[in-house]
């Protein structure tokens, strides 16, 4: 199931994994990639609103991504205890899990990683 879900992420996404601008005046194409995000990456949480969003990056050199969380969502620690919402701040490693098709899927658990 997860693998499926996974897949389907993938594919949804793909269409949007690189972004391109012009700057007409001169023909220069700037390439921006643009994070495709899966339960498979760590990520590091930009900035979060228990509740209702977190804005995380796969590398400093990806833009932020900001995803809805679920009303029933699930904050752990990595050997998968309950954990407060107040322990995530900008700067933690985390792991998040989705649900739903790619338009209006939401983040139902997040997985606070520990610092290496």
């Known amino acids: 199931m997860t693998r499926r879900i996974i897949i389907l992420a993938c594919a949804l996404m ?3 994994a690189i972004a391109q601008t012009t700057i007409t005046r001169e023909t220069t194409t700037t390439q921006t990639e643009v994070m495709r995000l899966d339960s498979t990456h760590i990520m590091t949480v930009v ?3 228990p509740g209702d969003k977190i804005s995380v ?3 400093p050199s990806t833009q932020p991504v900001t995803v809805r969380l679920d009303r029933a969502i699930a904050y752990v620690a990595a050997d998968g205890k309950p ?3 107040s322990s995530i701040q900008p700067g933690s490693r985390v792991r998040l899990e989705f649900s739903g098709p790619a338009a209006d899927r939401t983040v139902t658990r997040v997985v606070v990683l520990a610092p290496e």
């Open 14 to 16: 793909s269409p949007l």
């Open 47 to 49: 900035s979060f609103a």
């Open 57 to 59: 990056q796969t590398a």
């Open 83 to 85: 954990i407060s919402p």
